[in-house]
């Protein structure tokens, strides 16, 4: 993203049992404080809280699968896509949130899809125009560097990696990962909106257009704002850069979702007293 | 059905100037150098490199332009709002979002570079004038075309969000899909244009960027003259196809499916189609490359 | 190959910073929301002295977050400095927008204090659970979000001349039109988050001093301030808004050209119009 791109000093370790379970059970905590605030609207708050938890694990673990290489990408010295992984897995999943939102009045499953479909036809079309940019414009054909054989395709990947880089472009398996991210980030996001959406909706009383821009303008910058938290814990999580689900970063991702969770327990908990408390 | 054709010429006019706004967008930002690449400006005085290459640090490019659009689309908004003309609106916040940008710019540039001092990289005046304002004059086209954008989504398609929002989306997106992909591009074609073609860049050989031109020591206008010719017209492509292909598949097909009964799946489901056909020309695109680059062979 | 991440020793230590701007920050808030509460109908004055202050209290704030930033981002935290002005306001945002419901008088110790437990939380996170092992990211990630909270309300202020949640949410003809609905926060959101994390992503390098990003932050506040009070036109009485535009676009000229200097007195050479001399040649 920028020109800081050093690494943490301490090694990215293993899983940790002991915190995780803490983080799940602060998350417990806080549906269990949002019932208990909400008082008569308590069980629409812990339905739209679990709803919102939901939405972000599934960003969490979307952005495990968008393949960024960072700065070394743009030299092709590393296989991704040159951007920054937080900002790339958030611009895919407000695209979907976009297709989402447009379509929240038709019913709740059309816009998860709309919203999931957004966000990987988003990533599709700039992942496809990555490999064209590396095979049409600069002559390099597609190599991973973490892999011998594609997973997908079994196509082998050292031969085609040039002298003294790590790989370039984006290999079947990174593409496919891509969209795959760009489905799951458009998903969560979509899901944390309409959550919000409808909570604000039962709480605030729209005007007769049916939706109420009050509660549109809410839900769109509470979702924007926790979608940008959860990518950007989630880029800590894999310190950067990473090339897909075939990447060994990849198995972080738990430690993701844990996060994820308690985060989103605790920001969708105030996002959802602010209309409702006092 | 009035409807729906006014929906798709409103879909072909967005989705072009979101052409025109990819192409400005990486464009600028090369002239600029923001984003992954300008890694290589940073790193160049460090390895002994001086250079006139500008250095626009502002952020990376996605959350730069979130900030352009969303400011240009707020102060339009406020304008209509003192019953300003919308096109005029839309004038006056581009043009106060470009002078955000150009100061963003300057003191990003005389920043970084002053913190150099070190390597003695010195800070270029004649750089800092006529680069600039270069930038400013492609963001401009950028900010305007992907705040036309917003705005006829908002009008004439009825999007829920308000401009501003719809601003912070588009504008996210422009920066994505500029910078991944049109950074290769200039990041390793033109920095290490000295390097060998088809190939990408060793490690080893970082920092050594080229910083001379065809006549004299090359500034940043430069690379704009070469990844105008291939990484901005690619970005422009890719983030047309996002908007247009976004909202094409809604405005025609969301009722294609409602007299069997599923409402609404229409749109979703010829974007699963669009996405299969990308990902077939994927594999195509990559098989091309390795049937007709074929494997690198060993030095000899 | 990346860069590394180098800083200067300050002169002034963090705490001190942090201290010194936020006691300031609260402080010309609650000037703001003690105009605002005493502003009559068609009054220019006191709104205008409630988007003054909105803005002097969003500069001081970015001067303290502009500090954490640098602490917290001299360790490398892996992916760029830009994300953590992202962290910051994500969470900022719905701190503020919570805090807005309390008592007046309430809203920035209220807001402070929900960033805060917001903001651990979310730093005990990436310590603990994404097992980052950085000593500072629990206590600047919670300074972080309050900064964000205290830089929103110090931007709503300047674009309202208030901070309720009333007035945040009514808008002056329709109800399309508040500051919310109308997605005005979504502009103050993304400028905070820009001017907080390019001071020192701007300044960064071996040559970094503290004086420099610290004026760079301040410029960066008053730019942003100079923005908001563009778009207050559509929210408070005319000359209310120009007042506040005329001093954030004088307090911007001051301390961009004070920048400049500071540039020229930190650069190799302040070269115009000449080619550099290549040492290898």
Same mark, same amino acid.
């Given at each position: 993203?920028?020109?800081?791109?050093?690494?943490?000093?301490?090694?990215?370790?293993?899983?940790?049992?002991?915190?995780?379970?803490?983080?799940?059970?602060?998350?417990?905590?806080?549906?269990?404080?949002?019932?208990?605030?909400?008082?008569?609207?308590?069980?629409?708050?812990?339905?739209?809280?679990?709803?919102?938890?939901?939405?972000?694990?599934?960003?969490?673990?979307?952005?495990?699968?968008?393949?960024?290489?960072?700065?070394?990408?743009?030299?092709?010295?590393?296989?991704?896509?040159?951007?920054?992984?937080?900002?790339?897995?958030?611009?895919?999943?407000?695209?979907?949130?976009?297709?989402?939102?447009?379509?929240?009045?038709?019913?709740?499953?059309?816009?998860?899809?709309?919203?999931?479909?957004?966000?990987?036809?988003?990533?599709?079309?700039?992942?496809?125009?990555?490999?064209?940019?590396?095979?049409?414009?600069?002559?390099?054909?597609?190599?991973?560097?973490?892999?011998?054989?594609?997973?997908?395709?079994?196509?082998?990947?050292?031969?085609?990696?040039?002298?003294?880089?790590?790989?370039?472009?984006?290999?079947?398996?990174?593409?496919?990962?891509?969209?795959?991210?760009?489905?799951?980030?458009?998903?969560?996001?979509?899901?944390?909106?309409?959550?919000?959406?409808?909570?604000?909706?039962?709480?605030?009383?729209?005007?007769?257009?049916?939706?109420?821009?009050?509660?549109?303008?809410?839900?769109?910058?509470?979702?924007?704002?926790?979608?940008?938290?959860?990518?950007?814990?989630?880029?800590?999580?894999?310190?950067?850069?990473?090339?897909?689900?075939?990447?060994?970063?990849?198995?972080?991702?738990?430690?993701?979702?844990?996060?994820?969770?308690?985060?989103?327990?605790?920001?969708?908990?105030?996002?959802?007293?602010?209309?409702?408390?006092? | 059905?009035?409807?729906?054709?006014?929906?798709?010429?409103?879909?072909?006019?967005?989705?072009?100037?979101?052409?025109?706004?990819?192409?400005?967008?990486?464009?600028?930002?090369?002239?600029?150098? &923001? =984003?992954?690449?300008?890694?290589?400006? &940073? $790193?160049?005085?460090?390895?002994?490199?001086? @250079?006139?290459?500008?250095?626009?640090?502002?952020?990376?490019?996605?959350?730069?332009?979130?900030?352009?659009?969303?400011?240009?689309?707020?102060?339009?908004?406020?304008?209509?709002?003192? @019953?300003?003309?919308?096109?005029?609106?839309?004038?006056? =916040?581009?043009?106060?979002?470009?002078?955000?940008?150009?100061?963003?710019?300057?003191?990003?540039?005389?920043?970084?570079?002053?913190?150099?001092?070190?390597?003695?990289?010195?800070?270029?005046?004649?750089?800092?004038?006529?680069?600039?304002?270069?930038?400013?004059? @492609?963001?401009?086209?950028?900010?305007?075309?992907?705040?036309?954008?917003?705005?006829?989504?908002?009008?004439?398609?009825?999007?829920?969000?308000?401009?501003?929002?719809?601003?912070?989306?588009?504008?996210?997106?422009?920066?994505?899909?500029?910078?991944?992909?049109?950074?290769?591009?200039? =990041?390793?074609?033109?920095?290490?244009?000295? &390097?060998?073609?088809?190939?990408?860049?060793?490690?080893?050989?970082?920092?050594?960027?080229?910083?001379?031109?065809?006549?004299?020591?090359?500034?940043?206008?430069?690379?704009?003259?070469?990844?105008?010719?291939?990484?901005?017209?690619?970005?422009?492509?890719?983030?047309?196809?996002?908007?247009?292909?976004?909202?094409?598949?809604?405005?025609?097909?969301? @009722?294609?499916?409602?007299?069997?009964?599923?409402?609404?799946?229409?749109?979703?489901?010829?974007?699963? $189609?669009?996405?299969?056909?990308?990902?077939?020309?994927?594999?195509?695109?990559?098989?091309?490359?390795?049937?007709?680059?074929?494997?690198?062979?060993?030095?000899? | 190959?990346?860069?590394?991440?180098?800083?200067?020793?300050?002169?002034?230590?963090?705490?001190?910073?942090?201290?010194?701007?936020?006691?300031?920050?609260?402080?010309?808030?609650?000037?703001?929301?003690?105009?605002?509460?005493?502003?009559?109908?068609?009054?220019?004055?006191?709104?205008?002295?409630?988007?003054?202050?909105?803005?002097?209290?969003?500069?001081?704030?970015?001067?303290?977050?502009?500090?954490?930033?640098?602490?917290?981002?001299?360790?490398?935290?892996?992916?760029?400095?830009?994300?953590?002005?992202?962290?910051?306001?994500?969470?900022?945002?719905?701190?503020?927008?919570?805090?807005?419901?309390?008592?007046?008088?309430?809203?920035?110790?209220?807001?402070?204090?929900?960033?805060?437990?917001?903001?651990?939380?979310?730093?005990?996170?990436?310590?603990?659970?994404?097992?980052?092992?950085?000593?500072?990211?629990?206590?600047?990630?919670?300074?972080?979000?309050?900064?964000?909270?205290?830089?929103?309300?110090?931007?709503?202020?300047?674009?309202?001349?208030?901070?309720?949640?009333?007035?945040?949410?009514?808008?002056?003809?329709?109800?399309?039109?508040?500051?919310?609905?109308?997605?005005?926060?979504?502009?103050?959101?993304?400028?905070?988050?820009?001017?907080?994390?390019?001071?020192?992503?701007?300044?960064?390098?071996?040559?970094?001093?503290?004086?420099?990003?610290?004026?760079?932050?301040?410029?960066?506040?008053?730019?942003?301030?100079?923005?908001?009070?563009?778009?207050?036109?559509?929210?408070?009485?005319?000359?209310?808004?120009?007042?506040?535009?005329?001093?954030?676009?004088?307090?911007?000229?001051?301390?961009?050209?004070?920048?400049?200097?500071?540039?020229?007195?930190?650069?190799?050479?302040?070269?115009?119009?000449?080619?550099?001399?290549?040492?290898?040649?």
């Amino acid at each position: 993203m920028s020109a800081i791109a050093a690494k943490p000093g301490a090694a990215a370790g293993a899983f940790q049992p002991v915190a995780s379970l803490i983080a799940i059970f602060f998350a417990i905590i806080f549906i269990g404080t949002a019932y208990w605030l909400l008082g008569s609207f308590g069980c629409l708050a812990v339905e739209a809280l679990i709803g919102i938890i939901i939405g972000a694990a599934l960003i969490a673990f979307g952005v495990h699968f968008v393949p960024v290489g960072g700065a070394p990408a743009a030299m092709g010295q590393s296989p991704g896509i040159a951007t920054g992984v937080a900002m790339l897995a958030t611009g895919a999943g407000l695209a979907g949130l976009f297709g989402g939102a447009w379509a929240a009045h038709i019913g709740l499953w059309v816009a998860l899809a709309g919203g999931a479909i957004g966000g990987g036809l988003m990533m599709a079309i700039t992942c496809l125009m990555v490999n064209i940019s590396y095979v049409y414009g600069m002559g390099i054909p597609a190599a991973s560097g973490k892999v011998e054989k594609d997973p997908i395709t079994g196509d082998s990947q050292p031969e085609y990696k040039s002298q003294g880089t790590e790989g370039h472009g984006l290999p079947f398996i990174s593409y496919v990962g891509g969209v795959f991210g760009g489905l799951l980030g458009g998903l969560g996001g979509t899901l944390i909106y309409i959550e919000l959406l409808n909570f604000y909706n039962v709480i605030l009383l729209p005007t007769s257009e049916g939706t109420n821009a009050l509660a549109v303008g809410l839900a769109g910058i509470f979702a924007i704002g926790m979608f940008l938290v959860i990518a950007v814990l989630s880029a800590y999580n894999i310190t950067g850069t990473i090339e897909g689900p075939h990447d060994p970063k990849f198995k972080r991702f738990p430690r993701a979702i844990v996060a994820a969770i308690c985060a989103s327990g605790i920001c969708g908990l105030v996002a959802l007293l602010v209309v409702a408390i006092f | 059905m009035q409807e729906i054709i006014i929906g798709i010429g409103v879909t072909a006019f967005a989705g072009a100037l979101a052409a025109m706004a990819g192409a400005a967008e990486d464009t600028e930002s090369n002239i600029g150098s &923001q =984003g992954d690449p300008n890694s290589q400006v &940073q $790193l160049a005085p460090q390895m002994g490199y001086t @250079h006139r290459i500008y250095n626009k640090a502002v952020s990376g490019e996605p959350p730069a332009y979130t900030l352009w659009v969303t400011l240009a689309c707020g102060i339009a908004w406020a304008f209509t709002m003192l @019953h300003v003309n919308a096109m005029l609106a839309i004038i006056f =916040g581009t043009v106060l979002a470009t002078f955000v940008q150009g100061i963003y710019a300057t003191t990003a540039y005389l920043g970084r570079t002053a913190s150099l001092s070190k390597f003695g990289q010195p800070v270029f005046i004649d750089v800092l004038k006529s680069v600039t304002t270069v930038t400013m004059a @492609h963001a401009f086209v950028a900010i305007l075309t992907t705040v036309a954008a917003c705005y006829l989504m908002s009008t004439m398609l009825q999007h829920p969000f308000a401009l501003p929002l719809l601003g912070i989306v588009w504008g996210l997106a422009l920066g994505a899909a500029g910078s991944a992909t049109g950074n290769p591009y200039y =990041g390793k074609e033109r920095q290490y244009q000295n &390097q060998k073609f088809g190939a990408g860049v060793p490690i080893s050989a970082s920092g050594n960027i080229v910083r001379y031109a065809e006549a004299g020591q090359r500034s940043s206008i430069d690379n704009g003259f070469f990844t105008a010719k291939f990484g901005g017209p690619a970005s422009g492509l890719c983030f047309g196809l996002i908007v247009f292909l976004e909202l094409w598949r809604t405005v025609l097909f969301e @009722h294609s499916l409602d007299n069997w009964g599923a409402v609404g799946w229409g749109a979703v489901i010829v974007g699963a $189609l669009i996405i299969v056909l990308f990902m077939i020309i994927d594999r195509y695109v990559e098989i091309w490359a390795r049937t007709n680059y074929g494997p690198y062979t060993a030095e000899a | 190959m990346s860069v590394k991440v180098e800083v200067s020793h300050d002169g002034v230590p963090h705490n001190t910073v942090m201290m010194k701007n936020g006691i300031l920050a609260l402080f010309f808030l609650y000037i703001a929301i003690a105009a605002a509460s005493v502003a009559g109908d068609g009054s220019w004055s006191y709104p205008a002295i409630a988007c003054v202050s909105g803005g002097i209290a969003a500069v001081f704030t970015l001067r303290w977050g502009n500090s954490t930033i640098k602490k917290l981002c001299s360790y490398g935290i892996g992916t760029g400095v830009p994300s953590a002005g992202m962290l910051a306001f994500g969470s900022g945002v719905i701190a503020m927008l919570f805090a807005t419901k309390v008592n007046p008088f309430l809203v920035p110790i209220a807001g402070l204090l929900v960033a805060l437990i917001v903001g651990l939380i979310l730093g005990w996170i990436s310590n603990s659970v994404l097992n980052m092992k950085i000593p500072v990211m629990t206590r600047s990630i919670a300074e972080l979000a309050a900064v964000g909270c205290l830089t929103l309300m110090g931007l709503t202020a300047v674009a309202t001349g208030d901070i309720g949640y009333d007035q945040i949410t009514t808008g002056l003809t329709d109800p399309y039109a508040s500051y919310i609905s109308a997605g005005i926060i979504a502009v103050a959101f993304i400028l905070g988050a820009i001017a907080l994390q390019h001071p020192f992503n701007a300044c960064l390098g071996p040559g970094e001093k503290q004086d420099r990003t610290d004026l760079l932050a301040i410029e960066c506040g008053f730019l942003s301030m100079i923005v908001m009070a563009v778009i207050s036109f559509a929210f408070v009485s005319q000359i209310a808004a120009w007042i506040s535009f005329v001093i954030a676009l004088i307090g911007w000229f001051v301390t961009y050209r004070q920048f400049f200097a500071l540039s020229k007195r930190d650069a190799a050479a302040w070269l115009d119009a000449k080619p550099f001399s290549d040492a290898e040649e």
